[in-house]
Structure formats: C-alpha cells, structure tokens
C-alpha cells in the first residue's frame, strides 16, 4: 500500500474532493429507492491519476464517511484505505482501464431493471425520455460470476459501440457509467425509471416502437441542445 502522504498536495486534494463526491453519492441510492441493505456501489476516477475511489465493502449506506472510502489503483489493488473494497472493485478497474472517457460507474440491483436482467431482455426504446438518456435500448450484457473483472468485461463489450450509458448484466443488476460518477448515478435512476414505465406499458399491450429517425433526433437534441450548464438535469418537459 503506498503511503498517501508520498503522493504530491494536488493529487491528495484532488482524492480528498472525489472521497467526499463518492460518499455524497451514495446516499443517492437508497433516497431513489435503487438498494437495499448494503447492495450496490459508487466509483469515480481520480482525475489526472490511474487511481480510483470506490465503495468499502460491506457497510451499511448511513456508515460511509468520506474516510471509509477506499483508494484503488486502476488494476483494483488497494492504495489507501481502512476497509476492504467493494467485491466489484475488480470490474470497475476494468471499465477505467477501457474506456478512459468515463469517469463513473454505479451498480444497482434496483427493482425493476434487475426484473428485466432476470429475462435477459433489452429494455426497448418506447418513450421518448429513453432516447433522450440511452438512445436507444438498454442492452443486456452477459452472465459473470462476482469477484474478479469478468463483468467490467461484459460491460465494455456490450456498451461498445452503443449510446447507452447502462447495461443489464443478465441475473444480476444494472452497471451505468458517466463522464463523472455524478452522470452514472443519474443514469442509474433513469434506468430503473425507464424499466418501471416500460414494464407497466407492456403489461397492458404491447408498446409502440420509437423510430430509429425519432430516437437520433431526441438523441441529438438532448445531449446537444438541451440544458448547456453544468448538471442541467432535466429532460423533455422540465
Ligand atoms: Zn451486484
């Protein structure tokens, strides 16, 4: 474990700050209704590091304090840190290492979504709130046991290509990911938004498809156009 003292005063304000985002973040689950007990995790990389700050594993949401956050490096060993990582840490290592535009992951085994990994189905675009946020369907990423990096492998290789930002992992849960882990928790509870809504629609018949045409242009509209500061959070209509 190398000793954080060592490392230069930028970087250690710079993992102080995402200490205190990835805590702050967290409390964003349970309030969406997206865990329970001590199911799910944040992560965000640490700017201009190959290092990352992610979930203790194990404790109870009201337990995380900025300090119990654990500093990893970019292949998921522990650089700083009380507590063992998250069991995933291994996973999101692997989207870092991958994808060095996102900045943050979240899983979830939130309700609905998770329903929809259980029936290794995509969730299809059927409202226009999905274009605007997945551009398109949310797809359905493989079977992979917990532990080591299998399923930031899933993650990669399914989200390639896509614009989706989150992905079913089939059996288990949605993995999101963000520009900053501030835009994969958003992501993550429009997933699970989006998997209600859809579910609901197609209990009652079958939901109209969104034209491919109609899905770049709301696509196009919302990450362009719509909401030019910072964390513009709404969509259509807000
Ligand atoms: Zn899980």
Same mark, same amino acid.
């Given at each position: 474990?190398? !000793?954080?003292?060592?490392?230069?005063?930028?970087?250690? *304000?710079? /993992?102080?700050? /995402? =200490?205190?985002?990835?805590?702050?973040?967290?409390?964003?689950?349970?309030?969406? #209704?997206?865990?329970?007990?001590?199911? #799910?995790?944040?992560?965000?990389?640490?700017? &201009?590091?190959?290092?990352?700050?992610?979930? %203790?594993?194990? $404790?109870?949401?009201?337990?995380?304090?900025?300090?119990?956050?654990?500093?990893?490096?970019? !292949? #998921?060993?522990?650089?700083?840190?009380?507590?063992? %990582?998250?069991?995933?840490? +291994?996973?999101?290592?692997?989207?870092?290492?991958?994808?060095?535009?996102?900045? &943050?992951?979240?899983?979830?085994?939130?309700?609905? *979504?998770?329903?929809?990994?259980?029936?290794?189905?995509?969730?299809?675009?059927? /409202?226009?709130?999905?274009?605007?946020?997945? &551009?398109?369907?949310?797809?359905? &990423?493989?079977? *992979?046991?917990?532990?080591?990096?299998?399923? #930031?492998?899933?993650?990669?290789?399914?989200? !390639? @290509?896509?614009?989706? %930002?989150?992905?079913?992992? =089939?059996?288990?849960?949605?993995?999101?990911?963000?520009?900053?882990? =501030?835009?994969?928790?958003?992501?993550?509870?429009?997933?699970?938004?989006?998997?209600?809504?859809?579910?609901?629609? =197609?209990?009652? @018949?079958?939901?109209?498809?969104? %034209?491919?045409? !109609? /899905?770049?242009? $709301?696509?196009?509209?919302?990450?362009?156009?719509? +909401?030019?500061?910072?964390?513009?959070?709404?969509?259509?209509?807000?």
């Amino acid at each position: 474990m190398t !000793d954080p003292n060592d490392l230069d005063p930028p970087l250690r *304000a710079a /993992i102080m700050r /995402i =200490r205190a985002e990835v805590c702050t973040l967290h409390a964003l689950l349970p309030a969406n #209704g997206l865990v329970a007990w001590t199911a #799910g995790n944040i992560s965000a990389r640490v700017p &201009g590091a190959d290092l990352m700050v992610i979930k %203790p594993s194990g $404790l109870e949401y009201a337990a995380l304090t900025p300090e119990s956050m654990v500093l990893c490096d970019l !292949d #998921g060993h522990v650089v700083d840190g009380r507590y063992q %990582p998250s069991s995933d840490t +291994g996973s999101h290592a692997y989207v870092y290492r991958h994808r060095p535009d996102v900045g &943050g992951v979240v899983h979830t085994h939130s309700t609905y *979504a998770t329903a929809w990994s259980a029936r290794g189905e995509a969730i299809p675009c059927v /409202i226009t709130a999905m274009a605007d946020e997945f &551009g398109g369907e949310i797809p359905v &990423g493989p079977f *992979a046991l917990i532990g080591d990096e299998a399923i #930031g492998k899933g993650i990669v290789e399914t989200l !390639d @290509g896509r614009r989706s %930002p989150a992905v079913l992992m =089939r059996n288990h849960g949605v993995f999101t990911i963000g520009k900053d882990a =501030r835009a994969a928790v958003k992501a993550a509870v429009m997933a699970e938004d989006v998997a209600r809504t859809v579910h609901l629609a =197609r209990s009652y @018949g079958e939901p109209i498809p969104i %034209p491919e045409a !109609d /899905i770049d242009a $709301l696509h196009h509209r919302y990450t362009n156009v719509y +909401g030019q500061q910072p964390h513009a959070d709404g969509a259509d209509g807000t």
